[in-house]
């Protein structure tokens, strides 16, 4: 019986592959908290440094792990890194010893156009009795999608005030009586549309933020003698670009001055 049980013990003692799925069901006890740092999506072809911990379950320092990956490669950066191997697929990580709760290596992201990794992983935190009982883990299954194609961040330019629409000319003063309309030219080399730039109205250099977004400022937002600047920050609603001030600012003047 014993013989036939010992290399069972040094399995798990030593690590066991290819298990994450099914969690750490030959122990029982109780429960533990995982932490893992995965990234939410991949770049084809990149190397990440993972690490994995448990906490909680029982009191002390004894613990093992296991993670399968579908796609990529697992690696250790170094020889026997925080005691972790890695099979001949590298597919499956696990610990050489039970000595730890945390546990770092490499996971090198499949090539472009692979799609969803999936992830399992289990941990556990053993009470260091050479049996079963009395452990606690638990297990997760994650997927790491591929990122998409990143976004490039639209610009503005050319911007200015006038006191009319269409108007190419950039004013200096507007009688009180008149509305003042922003311009700006909005390019973005995605080719993606304006949306969400945000419009910002200043007088003297404070941003009145009753007039935000507001494209035509209406002659009853101004008062004779104040001195207004508009910002343009581009947006094409999915990155903000780089925020640019009116070229001009204009005093509202009466028409005796």
């Given at each position: 019986f014993m013989v036939l049980t010992l290399p069972t013990m040094e399995g798990k003692q030593n690590g066991i592959h290819n298990q994450a799925g099914s969690g750490c069901s030959c122990h029982y006890g109780s429960s533990a908290t995982l932490s893992e740092n995965f990234p939410s999506t991949y770049t084809g072809g990149q190397t990440y440094s993972i690490q994995i911990s448990v906490s909680g379950g029982v009191s002390g320092n004894n613990g093992g792990f296991n993670v399968v990956v579908d796609k990529g490669t697992l690696s250790t950066p170094g020889v026997g890194i925080m005691s972790v191997k890695i099979d001949s697929s590298g597919q499956s990580a696990t610990h050489t010893t039970n000595s730890y709760r945390s546990w770092s290596f490499d996971?090198?992201?499949?090539?472009?156009?692979?799609?969803?990794t999936n992830v399992d992983i289990a941990v556990l935190t053993a009470n260091g009795n050479g049996g079963s009982s009395g452990d606690g883990w638990t297990s997760n299954s994650i997927t790491v999608p591929e990122a998409g194609p990143s976004n490039t961040a639209p610009t503005a330019s050319n911007v200015y005030i006038s006191d009319t629409v269409d108007s190419s000319t950039a004013i200096s003063q507007?009688?009180?009586?008149?509305?003042?309309?922003?311009?700006?030219?909005?390019?973005?080399?995605?080719?993606?549309?304006?949306?969400?730039t945000q419009i910002r109205w200043m007088k003297g250099g404070t941003t009145i933020s009753q007039y935000n977004n507001v494209n035509q400022l209406s002659q009853s937002a101004t008062s004779i003698g104040d001195i207004w600047t508009v910002s343009i920050t581009p947006s094409d609603g999915t990155d903000l670009g780089t925020t640019v001030t009116s070229s001009n600012s204009v005093e509202i003047i009466d028409y005796d001055t």
């Amino acid at each position: 019986f014993m013989v036939l049980t010992l290399p069972t013990m040094e399995g798990k003692q030593n690590g066991i592959h290819n298990q994450a799925g099914s969690g750490c069901s030959c122990h029982y006890g109780s429960s533990a908290t995982l932490s893992e740092n995965f990234p939410s999506t991949y770049t084809g072809g990149q190397t990440y440094s993972i690490q994995i911990s448990v906490s909680g379950g029982v009191s002390g320092n004894n613990g093992g792990f296991n993670v399968v990956v579908d796609k990529g490669t697992l690696s250790t950066p170094g020889v026997g890194i925080m005691s972790v191997k890695i099979d001949s697929s590298g597919q499956s990580a696990t610990h050489t010893t039970n000595s730890y709760r945390s546990w770092s290596f490499d996971w090198t992201a499949p090539s472009s156009g692979s799609g969803t990794t999936n992830v399992d992983i289990a941990v556990l935190t053993a009470n260091g009795n050479g049996g079963s009982s009395g452990d606690g883990w638990t297990s997760n299954s994650i997927t790491v999608p591929e990122a998409g194609p990143s976004n490039t961040a639209p610009t503005a330019s050319n911007v200015y005030i006038s006191d009319t629409v269409d108007s190419s000319t950039a004013i200096s003063q507007a009688y009180y009586d008149v509305d003042l309309l922003s311009n700006y030219v909005f390019y973005d080399a995605d080719g993606d549309a304006d949306s969400g730039t945000q419009i910002r109205w200043m007088k003297g250099g404070t941003t009145i933020s009753q007039y935000n977004n507001v494209n035509q400022l209406s002659q009853s937002a101004t008062s004779i003698g104040d001195i207004w600047t508009v910002s343009i920050t581009p947006s094409d609603g999915t990155d903000l670009g780089t925020t640019v001030t009116s070229s001009n600012s204009v005093e509202i003047i009466d028409y005796d001055t």
